[in-house]
Antibody, heavy 122, light 108 residues
């Protein structure tokens, strides 16, 4: 079955770089049509889409955060990595990775990780 | 950028029908997906492609999409349906994912 799990630091200091890893099973990112996204949710607030990486290494980023985000994949390890630079307390959130299904312009998130809470504080 | 607008809250009595709307410019031309999120849990897909249900989702959950409004309908609402609900589209003009602001469903 498909599973995803996020890992990374629970606490980062302002201005530091956050690195999160999504380790998944049940599918391969080398298979045509497979895609993985990162989504975050500040406490008590709405979901916010951050980034997506496709099987062919196409990458897409949130317009407001694209200068701070980098998404990459390691197909051999079944992992997707998200880095976010210059962290700020407003970036405190639960970060989710999710598999995206459906065609490119109709995509939906059918499997989600459990999420990892990242707090930005000095 | 494309914006999805949801009412912050909807209340419904048990056994009645809840309707949660998601507004967007010509949203009827897009595919809309809906997620249920209970406190402390990850979101769960409940409707995709406007009106399709993933396996395991009760038939009480249905969706529609036309014009500038998509709607998630929950029939015969149960206490266990109390949750936050989010709509989502992929904005092909900008190649970005977009979520609505979420609607808290309260079962009275």
């Amino acid at each position: 079955q498909v599973t995803l799990k996020e890992s990374g630091p629970a606490l980062v200091k302002p201005t530091q770089t956050l690195t999160l890893t999504c380790t998944f099973s049940g599918f391969s990112l080398s298979t045509s049509g497979m895609r993985v996204s990162w989504i975050r949710q500040p406490p008590g607030k709405a979901l916010e889409w951050l980034a997506r990486i496709d099987w062919d290494d196409d990458k897409f980023y949130s317009t407001s955060l694209k200068t701070r985000l980098t998404i990459s994949k390691d197909t051999s390890k079944n992992q997707v990595v998200l880095t976010m630079t210059n962290m700020d307390p407003v970036d405190t959130a639960t970060y989710y990775c999710a598999r995206m299904s459906g065609s490119g312009d109709r995509g939906y998130f059918d499997y989600w990780g459990q999420g990892t809470l990242v707090t930005v504080s000095s | 950028s494309y914006v999805l607008t949801q009412p912050p809250s909807v209340s419904v009595a048990p056994g009645k029908t809840a309707r949660i709307t998601c507004g967007g410019n010509n949203i009827g031309s897009k595919s809309v997906h809906w997620y249920q999120q209970k406190p402390g849990q990850a979101p769960v897909l409940v409707i995709y492609y406007d009106s399709d249900r993933p396996s395991g989702i009760p038939e009480r959950f249905s969706g529609s999409n036309s014009g500038n409004t998509a709607t998630l309908t929950i029939s015969r609402v149960e206490a266990g349906d109390e949750a936050d609900y989010y709509c989502q589209v992929w904005d092909s003009s900008s190649d970005r994912g977009v979520f609505g602001g979420g609607t808290k469903l309260t079962v009275l």
